[in-house]
């Protein structure tokens, strides 16, 4: 076991939350020791921009590294360990134990212990799922396998089919945000694609009526959608993979991505017994420390407060994940150093909302806090103002139409959440009612607000 004189911090996991944490205790004190254990090879990568690599729209490979760990040791003086695994956690010894890439095991104590695990991509029971031609979108070696592959089909970033007018054919099993995402750079590469779906809808984080443009930009791109129907085998038939639904439809492809999801990963914290949540993600406070007083957790495998119910949800979002790393970063780093919890330096996480975007072929859907289905299932009285406008002034050239939809409670006017979809300007309405939101504004209060208007970006009455 390996001990050090001074207090120590251990970051378990990289990326957003970990290499977050890690980063602002050190802004918070020099007096710490700090180790960040990843068990990938790289700290911190651009998980959102995976798709884009993969299609070209982002050329460099190195443009997915916001930092490296040479780089981010030596910045913030971190002990990082890369290709590092954390097998087990002892919290009553306050000792977690780690197996690296050369096979050497060791035992590593902590002060404090911020746990930044993540997710781990759904793989649902499905026979023949384990086919070599079949890819998750979480890591740079995710990314890296289906560029590979591709390649071997002669498809490389450029577009080129392996042979003159025939193209690779490519299935994308799930509708969400990497689904479609991956969907549009696939097609932009020249594959054939087809989009299964489980839901009668694709993004089943909007309202169906929300979530229709984005269908139809998909069809409209000569892509195939299948909705309603879930997967039920892969085979392979003469060499030639085919995904077989429920209602016995056969589609033969040469790659296939598959986004249904992830979960958080716990393991770490259910064999430590560290309570978990209703949502099965680790449960924490407003301070981001669980039920084990020295042990925190940020990102994706936890909950977070969702602001408009007030209820703890797990929602693996890139921002939020950053958030709650520097708010579990802080707050280890002030206990080390002896702040207590009336210290004003301590942070919180006040709460999310779920604001997320997503562009499918030049039409963009967006939204925050409460769809009208999630606020059937709260139980809450609303209603809704469903609106068309135009994104600028239509008298300037280019105005794209949106749509834009947004609920609030019928007895306070509260705000509960807003979608709009349609082209440019999308993310601008829904990053508005986002802080409208947090803000704790009623309905009455949006025509209030002053907002930029210049013909090219806006309207005098937005």
């Known amino acids: 076991m390996v001990k050090s004189e001074r207090s120590r911090l251990v970051v378990v996991g990289g990326v957003a939350a970990g290499a977050s944490a890690a980063a602002k205790a050190r802004r918070m004190s020099e007096k710490i020791d700090i180790i960040l254990l990843e068990s990938g090879p790289y700290i911190s990568f651009a ?28 910045r913030f003086n971190i002990d990082v360990r890369t290709g590092t695994t954390v097998t087990k956690l002892d919290r009553e010894r306050q000792i977690v134990s780690t197996w690296d890439a050369q096979g050497r095991e060791q035992e590593l104590a902590y002060d404090r212990l911020v746990l930044a695990t993540g997710t ?131 589609i033969p492809f040469d ?11 716990v393991e770490l914290a259910v064999d430590a017994g560290i309570e978990l949540g209703k949502s099965g993600a680790i449960r924490v406070d407003e301070h981001q420390r669980t039920g084990e007083p020295t042990i925190f957790a940020a990102g994706d495998n936890c909950e977070a407060m969702h602001l408009v119910t007030r209820q703890p949800v797990n929602l693996p979002l890139a921002g939020p994940a950053n958030k709650a790393g520097r708010v579990a970063g802080a707050n280890a780093a002030l206990d080390l150093v002896g702040a207590g919890d009336s210290d ?16 499918v072929f030049g039409v963009y859907a967006a939204a925050t806090g409460l769809t009208e289905k999630a606020a059937k299932q709260e139980g809450i009285e609303y209603e809704l103002a469903f609106l068309t406008g135009l994104n600028h002034a239509g008298y300037y050239p280019g105005a794209e139409t949106l749509q834009l939809k947004v609920l609030f409670e019928t007895r306070s006017g509260r705000l509960l959440g807003g979608q709009c979809c349609g082209g440019a300007g999308v993310e601008r309405r829904i990053d508005i009612l986002a802080t409208a939101i947090s803000g704790s504004l009623c309905i009455e209060d949006l025509e209030q607000l002053d907002l930029c208007y210049s013909p090219p970006v806006g309207s005098a009455k937005d």
């Open 344 to 359: 004003l330096r301590r942070m919180k996480l006040r709460g999310v909302l779920g604001t997320a975007v997503v562009r």
């Open 255 to 265: 790659v296939c991505i598959l986004a249904t999801g992830v979960k958080p990963r």
């Open 47 to 74: 998980n959102c921009g995976l798709p884009y690599y993969v299609g070209g729209e982002i050329e460099s490979r190195n443009k997915l590294f916001v930092t490296n760990a040479r780089d981010f040791s030596a």
């Open 120 to 250: 781990e991509a759904l793989r649902p029971p499905i026979p023949g799922l384990d086919t070599d031609a079949i890819f998750t979108v979480r890591t740079v070696p995710d990314v890296d396998g289906i560029v590979a592959h591709l390649s071997s089909l002669n498809v490389t970033r450029t577009g080129k089919t392996r042979e003159p007018g025939v193209s690779a054919r490519a299935l994308v099993i799930g509708a969400g945000y990497i689904g479609l995402e991956m969907a549009e750079q696939l097609h932009r590469l020249g594959l054939g694609v087809t989009v299964v779906e489980l839901a009668d809808q694709v993004m089943s984080t909007l309202d169906s009526e929300m979530a229709y443009p984005i269908e139809m930009a998909l069809k409209n791109a000569g892509i195939e959608v299948i909705l309603g129907d879930g997967l039920q085998e892969i085979t392979e038939v003469q060499g030639i993979h085919v995904a077989r639904t429920s209602s016995g439809t056969e």
